[in-house]
């Protein structure tokens, strides 16, 4: 048996020991773990799984032991993924940091910081909002007016962030601030990590059409922040900023189909298109009724089919290489946010005025939801960079067209 071989019978083995049965049925809006100091783990099991999962080194299985992963390799990773899916086990915690501000610690954070912070992220104790976005920076993120003054031991931050996901239900921040208004606005920007507990802070929700919002409204005012939250050198912020909206990017084009894909009710991404069409359109020998419809859902399909293959591709070149550049993140965030949108208008062409739920109206607890996920489907092309911004950057970074 080679040591693959051995490390799948060893992993199968273990998780019928220990993933627990709740954890293998399909997981709900509500049950997600999230993480973070107020996590309340409605299904006790939930906890249990986090908790053995963590021991394992499990919820980030290629981070370094010492920062709380396994050490995996690649190949490792991918045999510890196909036997989770084969027990349709839960993801024991769903936590951006995970992919996104993990990995730029990784890169660019200090010994002692990685020590602090990677660990509690990977057991998932610190629930992380992103405070990048400001009134007046939102695609031009380099012109954040949030300022860091330099007194000597802390910095001094003054300033507001906007459209900050669930900024009100976070612990900490990572939060891009103006360390040096003199120089190119790229270069006096710095990415420190802030205690949402700290003195000076308030959150203010946002609402939106669907009735249902994450976003809120920071606000600093004179909040402390010690120098050593701050991660990478004082001007490097953008540098640091830029390598996160990469792995940001890279992974919103993968919410269908992992992580936040298997969550009943979320995104809509787990409605199976075709039963849906021949709920609403009816049936013919076993087939969706409408031919268009049909020939439109079997297009998509295959588009779906195609992002996937190429993330795998690119993927298994960044492993074989050993060099994730990141240039492609752009392509599949544009690409990713068009599939997804197109799936909420798939869904509305099926279902008609009952995907146009409205509260208190005789509309199906599902209707509702689609009605809602439709309507936030609309965000995935502006949050985490827009599409013309990412056009712009493969116009420029990939295809190196002129200005
Ligand atoms: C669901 C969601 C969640 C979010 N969560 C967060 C969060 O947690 N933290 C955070 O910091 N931010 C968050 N954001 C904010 C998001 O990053 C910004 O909305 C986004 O970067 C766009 O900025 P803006 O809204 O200021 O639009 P603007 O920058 O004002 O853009 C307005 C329009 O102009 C276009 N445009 C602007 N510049 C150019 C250009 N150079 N070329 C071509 N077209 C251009 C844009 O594409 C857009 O269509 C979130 C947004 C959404 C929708």
């Known amino acids: 048996m080679s040591e693959l071989e051995s490390f799948r019978a060893e992993v199968r083995a273990w998780l019928e020991c ?39 080194g499990w919820t980030v299985p290629r981070w370094p032991k010492q920062y709380g992963g396994a050490g995996l390799d690649a190949a490792h990773e991918q045999v510890l993924r196909e036997e989770l899916d084969r027990i349709d086990a839960r993801p024991p915690l769903i936590a951006f940091p995970l992919w996104m501000l993990g990995p730029a610690l990784l890169e660019f954070a200090n010994e002692e910081q990685k020590r602090f912070h990677l660990p509690r992220i990977a057991r998932g ?55 040096d208004p003199s120089v190119r606005k790229q270069e006096g920007i710095g990415f420190l990590l802030i ?23 920071v606000f600093l005012a004179d909040v ?103 240039s492609m993140a752009s392509v599949f965030k544009y690409y990713g946010a068009r599939l997804y949108k197109e799936r909420h208008e798939l869904m509305m062409k099926i279902m008609g005025t009952r995907a146009l739920g409205w509260q208190d109206e005789p509309f199906t607890a599902t209707e509702l939801d689609i009605t809602r996920h439709w309507l936030r489907s609309k965000g995935n092309s502006i949050e985490g960079g827009t599409s013309e911004i990412q056009l712009n950057i493969i116009a420029k970074r990939l295809l190196e067209l002129p200005d």
């Open 18 to 56: 220990n993933c627990p049965m709740s954890m293998r049925t399909p997981l709900t809006a509500e049950q997600v773990v999230w993480g973070g100091r107020h996590e309340s783990f409605i299904n006790p099991e939930a906890r249990l799984w986090l908790e053995r999962m963590v021991e394992r």
């Open 195 to 217: 205690d949402m507990q700290s003195p000076g802070i308030s959150v203010a929700p946002i609402r939106l059409i669907s009735g249902a919002s994450p976003f809120c409204q």
């Open 224 to 326: 402390k922040v010690p120098k050593h939250q701050l991660v990478g050198r004082p001007n490097q912020g953008w540098s640091i900023a830029k390598r996160l909206l990469e792995y940001e990017r890279k992974w919103f084009s993968e919410l269908d189909q992992s992580r936040i894909g298997h969550i009943v009710g979320v995104g809509g991404a787990s409605v199976a298109l075709p039963a849906l069409a021949k709920e609403y359109l009816g049936e013919t020998a076993g087939r969706i009724a409408d031919e268009a419809i049909r020939a439109e859902l079997i297009a998509h399909d295959i588009d779906e089919m195609a992002l996937q293959a190429t993330l795998l591709r690119i993927d298994e070149r960044a492993r074989a290489s050993g060099v994730d550049d990141g």
């Open 125 to 179: 104790e610190i629930r992380w909002c992103q405070g990048y976005s400001e009134p007046g920076a939102g695609s031009d993120l380099a012109a954040v007016q949030t300022r860091a003054e330099d007194r000597g031991d802390h910095y001094l931050v003054n300033g507001s962030k906007i459209w900050t996901s669930y900024a009100d239900k976070s612990d900490w921040m990572f939060c891009l601030v103006r360390t």
